[in-house]
């Protein structure tokens, strides 16, 4: 993979007013429960959802899973299958930009590792079906786990 950087915020902001963002989200699971992680930030603060963010130029969708996973979770995972895609509207995220993603969803097991949170997130949960109040999207990918 070759090296890649972030780009400036100011540019990123300017993408997120006029472009979807291609994004991973990592559907862990372990004895039949999927973990989820309570963000922090916007978008979706103060909601569950799967650990899981942007995919960086030149980087293969495994590797941004992966990757995702490792920075959010401190897991070490492996990648069972692409699952689905999906895509979000939020109405608040960055700098208070409304964000479109497109969303392609992983199931992964835990190969190792202890679960830490980023600082993005200030909890994780397993669960069996998804909360209350959770998003469409996260009970969208719990009725198809189901099947």
Not at 44 to 63: A, D, M
Not at 105 to 114: M, P, R, S, V
Not at 132 to 146: A, E, M, N, P, V
Request: charged letters at 30%; one cysteine or more.
């Amino acid at each position: 993979m070759k090296k890649t950087k972030f780009i400036p915020e100011d540019l990123y902001h300017e993408i997120l007013k006029n472009i979807p963002i291609i994004c991973v989200d990592g559907i862990i699971l372990k004895n039949d429960e999927v973990l989820l992680v309570l963000r922090d930030k916007e978008p979706e603060k103060n909601n569950w959802w799967f650990p899981g963010g942007r995919v960086l130029k030149n980087e293969s969708l495994e590797e941004a899973i992966l990757r995702k996973v490792k920075e959010e979770t401190n897991l070490d995972c492996s990648v069972l299958e692409m699952f689905d895609v999906t895509q979000t509207y939020f109405n608040s995220g960055p700098n208070n930009i409304p964000v479109h993603t497109i969303n392609i969803c992983f199931t992964l097991t835990i190969k190792k590792g202890n679960l830490l949170l980023d600082d993005d997130h200030k909890g994780y949960g397993w669960f069996c079906s998804p909360p209350q109040d959770s998003s469409s999207t996260i009970k969208y990918i719990f009725k198809k786990l189901k099947k």
